[in-house]
């Protein structure tokens, strides 16, 4: 069995290099957002022409964005959401109910501070953990069927 595995949410730490040292070997692809910040924010300006209106350069980023999303989302087996401490991140809670309408496999990884705050997107995964060396291990149970010694 091979997995694609879509990294969607916060872009300020290493979480999704972690989680792809940890499969090692494990048959798993992965897709994600564009991570560079100013890339992701001023793409539609750069690429469509710039704006007066903070707005509608925000609109036009975020629809070219979107395009990038909703692809790999629906080609994803698996995606897993990662709510970080210091910004809110509402595009992380849209990716994980994108998923959750497809039909997609739900992880959702945030700390023990945002429980109450994420209560409804964590019932509506499959799993939900605080590392990505859990991430590295649901994966590893998925395709191996093998849990941590």
């Given at each position: ?11 300020h ?120 060396r ?16």
């Open positions: 069995m091979k997995l694609t595995v879509y990294l969607a949410g916060e872009i730490t290493d979480w999704r290099e972690e989680i792809r040292s940890a499969v090692g070997d494990l048959d798993v692809t992965f897709t994600g957002p564009v991570t560079d910040h100013a890339a992701s924010d001023d793409c539609g300006a750069i690429i469509l022409g710039s704006e007066e209106k903070k707005f509608w350069h925000d609109r036009k980023g975020a629809g070219l964005n979107a395009i990038r999303t909703r692809k790999a989302i629906a080609d994803a087996d698996v995606i897993v959401v990662r709510f970080g401490d210091k910004y809110r991140q509402w595009n992380a809670a849209f990716d994980a109910g994108q998923a959750v309408a497809l039909g997609k496999s739900l992880v959702v990884m945030h700390g023990p501070d945002h429980a109450h705050a994420l209560k409804e997107v964590d019932a509506a995964a499959q799993a939900v953990c605080e590392t990505p859990q991430v590295a291990e649901i994966l590893r149970y998925v395709l191996k069927g093998d849990v941590p010694a």
